[in-house]
């Protein structure tokens, strides 16, 4: 499973313009721009791409300075207050329509910078769950209320009416609401893209999923399973990471907020294009022994337009896999190609 080096929409910000330029994504927090492939014209780039996505001037001798992943996001920080805002630009240029990646469980665009790096044609763009800044409030308490909130988002900051919609893993279902509510508003939504989305959504309420939350950060760092039964602040004393128990508490409870949103999702039809891409591990055990009843997958629906597209790697590689990438954006560019 490959390491996900962003903390927050700064650093995919960051990740998507580096991996634009140099063609990969940065190893590791310290890796240096520059004996990662980066010249004088390179990092002049990147500077123009960071200024373009974020608004922020960052000078080429700064980047030469900083050189490292984690010094120029730090810098960033510092300039901008990217890391709160509810639209993330990941990629400003390409001749394609709009991609807008809607959040997952984690509720940002964390993991998915991929998606606007060198292989996207397109505009790409990511939304911000409410609550990540407690200085928004609360988390949406409902898949209907968080629609809602997002749709808000995209018509105050007055986004192109022609729309590719992403989501990955439970973020799908998200997208998939999303989509249908700004079609009724009005929007063309030139496709929908699940990528690897479930409908195996156990029932939940936002306690049981923020408790899931901590049980899987516990397991991650190889804690006792009894640490996650303390609370978030516990967990976060344990794990030692320095982060703001608030902004901790927020991460979390937005994870609950989430996972509680699907639960029982049963789709509507629609009629823009729904496309799905599937690993072979895309429905967890877990998950289908805890969901009540029959569940009938994508491809049951009878949807009037839809498609799988087999994915070769696993659920976690799949947002790094390049193939699976070009296919995505293959998808898109003939989508558009159809309609132009």
Not at 23 to 32: F, I, N, T
Not at 53 to 69: D, M, N, P
Request: charge should be negative; aromatic fraction near 6%.
């Amino acid at each position: 499973m490959p390491a996900v080096i962003e903390r927050d929409a700064v650093d995919a910000l960051l990740a998507a313009q580096w991996s634009r330029i140099l063609g990969e994504r940065p190893a590791d927090p310290d890796a240096d721009f520059f004996t990662s492939g980066g010249t004088s014209l390179k990092a002049a780039q990147l500077a123009g791409a960071v200024r373009g996505a974020s608004g922020v001037k960052i000078s080429l001798q700064r980047i030469y300075e900083l050189r490292t992943f984690r010094g120029i996001g730090s810098a960033l920080r510092e300039g901008t207050d990217t890391a709160h805002r509810r639209l993330v630009t990941l990629n400003t240029a390409g001749a394609g329509t709009p991609l807008l990646l809607v959040p997952s469980a984690s509720g940002s665009v964390v993991g998915l910078h991929r998606l606007g790096g060198s292989l996207a044609d397109r505009p790409v763009h990511g939304l911000q769950a409410r609550g990540l800044n407690v200085q928004d409030g609360l988390p949406s308490s409902d898949l209907a209320e968080q629609v809602a909130d997002f749709a808000e988002v995209l018509e105050v900051l007055e986004l192109p009416c022609r729309l590719h919609l992403a989501g990955y893993c439970v973020g799908g279902i998200v997208a998939y609401e999303l989509a249908r509510a700004l079609h009724a508003r009005g929007w063309e939504i030139g496709s929908l893209l699940l990528l690897n989305t479930s409908l195996y959504c156990p029932p939940l309420t936002v306690e049981q999923a923020m408790q899931e939350k901590l049980r899987q950060l516990v397991a991650e760092a190889g804690l006792p399973a009894e640490v996650a039964d303390r609370g978030a602040g516990e967990v976060l004393r344990e794990l030692g990471s320095g982060e703001d128990p608030a902004d901790f508490d927020a991460r979390v409870r937005v994870f609950g907020s989430v996972g509680a949103a699907v639960s029982g999702f049963v789709p509507q039809p629609v009629a823009f294009p729904v496309r799905l891409f599937s690993t072979e591990d895309r429905d967890d055990p877990a998950d289908i022994a805890a969901t009540p009843g029959p569940v009938v997958d994508w491809p049951d629906l009878g949807l009037p337009d839809f498609r799988q597209y087999a994915v070769p790697v696993d659920h976690f590689q799949m947002i790094e896999h390049v193939p699976t990438l070009e296919a995505v954006e293959a998808v898109m560019a003939e989508l558009d190609g159809a309609t132009s």
